[in-house]
């Protein structure tokens, strides 16, 4: 496996040109990779082959539009086209929570590959990059051989992916350390020529069998919705004891052996992979018998989800302690900042809740109007943090866009008819607000009273200036 370079470099395929696909695809082709693209949905294929990204990413459409014009990336919805192009064929498609269980939906996955096998004539290796309970892959393995031609000539390997939304590019193109479950050197070395890019720029890689590849994924995941649900519960003590879950999350943080990422107080965790991820996992634990050593899961859960809970108790406080009529500008709708994904998204939630409780709510997200309407279209959407603002009884910072987080207190009081905020996110400056006459609540954080000032008679503005 020395001299890697002398090798030519293999043609790539990538089923699936969803979020970790569509990235995958496009930035394999900025390496210098010959690429084709695949999905059924001829809709989004249409879209990308135009140059258009069909969600919401930065620096995607610029890296897009680069591969594109460079002619090394091609899309199609012809898989045929896909098992005569590859040499490695990567699968990306997406593995929901199951419709009657927490287990995870593994259909397309098993679609994906089981239409690859039955097509593929020559040697070639399947690479599974969807995050899959352990044993698929040795489950799959299995299935591919026995419908190929090929039969046991034709492997599987596991290449986990560990995309952050809002920085795909960068973990695509600098990951910090690259996986690759294997069951041969043969498979070992075919993915050694297709990531060597990345690997002479130095990125650790970690060889393992596809359990451990498989297990790596999930893991991470775990650990990280576990710290954030700790110091989420460590919020839950501070509001009955009038702590300061910020100031202990700080302290906490200086502790090298805890640092300080993810230890972030708030409305807690969503999207797309978390959750489910979580929950998928603990039931594979429980059918592998060892559902006890990840029960801790359920509790993670449970309190990532009675955030989202007492974020509505915490707007109602404000509001007088009914909700009925109260007008709410629900900044955000996205599960974070820098994405339009709206699945078990926190701020999404409790604007249903408040809304259920009689609130009037209006939601505005930079990103994510579109994607939040087709979930709940009875909530009201609009275009501008200004539009947003006008005559709020409460203004609920749910998801923290820098624009949420550079607003002017001023500008923002002199469009509501209440100064009162709820800081999901600990983005605020509790002082800054409460100086220019707001009512300043967040999880986990004393009550701060706005400090008095001289009532603005001036007219709204037209605009609200950031």
């Known amino acids: 496996m020395n001299n890697l370079a002398s090798f030519s470099a293999p043609k790539i395929t990538v089923v699936g040109t969803g979020y970790l696909g569509a990235t995958h695809a ?52 012809n898989m045929d086209k896909v098992a005569g192009f590859g040499d490695v064929h990567f699968v ?9 269980s927490t287990a995870a939906n593994l259909s397309y996955v098993d679609a994906a590959f089981s239409e690859l096998a039955a097509r593929i004539t020559r ?111 460590m919020a839950e003590v501070c509001e009955c004891t009038s702590a300061d879950v910020s100031l202990l999350a700080q302290a906490l943080s200086l502790d090298s052996r805890i640092g300080g990422r993810f230890l972030k107080p708030g409305l807690g965790f969503g999207g797309g992979c978390l959750p489910k991820d979580i929950r998928a996992f603990k039931h594979r634990a429980e059918e592998l018998g060892v559902g006890q050593a990840v029960r801790f899961l359920g509790e993670v859960d449970s309190i990532n989800n009675r955030r989202r809970v007492r974020t509505v108790d ?27 994904d709206v699945r078990d998204a926190p701020a999404l939630d409790v604007a249903r809740l408040l809304y259920m409780e009689g609130a009037v709510v209006t939601v505005y997200d930079p990103e994510a109007n579109a994607n939040a309407h087709r979930l ?23 998801t923290e866009w820098e624009e949420f987080r550079q607003a002017d207190p001023n500008s923002l009081g002199a469009r509501v008819r209440h100064r009162r905020i ?10 800054r607000y409460t100086s220019k006459g707001w009512e300043y609540r967040a999880l986990g954080r004393p009550y701060q009273p706005a400090v008095r000032v001289r009532q603005n008679v001036e007219k709204p503005a037209t605009q609200l200036p950031l």
């Open 26 to 77: 496009i930035s394999m082709a900025v390496l210098g990779f010959d690429v084709l693209g695949f999905d059924v949905d001829h809709h989004k294929i249409a879209q990308l082959r135009t140059g258009k990204v069909p969600f919401f990413e930065p620096g995607l459409p610029e890296k897009l539009e680069e591969a594109l014009a460079s002619g090394r990336l091609h899309f199609t919805t």
């Open 314 to 340: 915490l707007i109602r406080e404000l509001a007088g302690g009914d909700l009925t009529g109260v007008r709410v500008a629900a900044l955000g709708a996205a599960f974070k900042p820098n994405s339009d």
């Open 123 to 233: 040697k070639a290796l399947l690479v599974g990059k969807s995050t899959v309970p352990i044993g698929t892959a040795a489950r799959l393995t299995q299935m591919v051989q026995d419908i190929s031609p090929l039969g046991p000539e034709l492997e599987l390997a596991w290449n986990p992916e560990f995309l952050r939304e809002g920085f795909a590019v960068q973990d695509t193109l600098h990951p910090d350390r690259l996986v690759f479950g294997v069951a041969s050197e043969w498979a070992e070395a075919m993915l050694r020529r297709t990531f060597l890019p990345l690997l002479d720029e130095g990125i650790p890689l970690i060889v393992a069998d596809l359990a451990t590849a498989e297990l790596v994924k999930v893991a991470a995941n775990s650990f990280l919705a576990t710290k954030i649900s700790f110091i989420n519960a």
């Open 92 to 100: 990306c498609v997406g593995t929901p929570q199951s419709a009657d």
């Open 376 to 398: 709940y279209p009875d909530l009201n959407y609009v275009g501008s943090l200004a539009e947003a603002a006008d005559q709020a009884d409460v203004v609920a910072l749910l």
């Open 422 to 431: 709820l800081d999901g996110r600990h983005a605020l400056d509790p002082d």
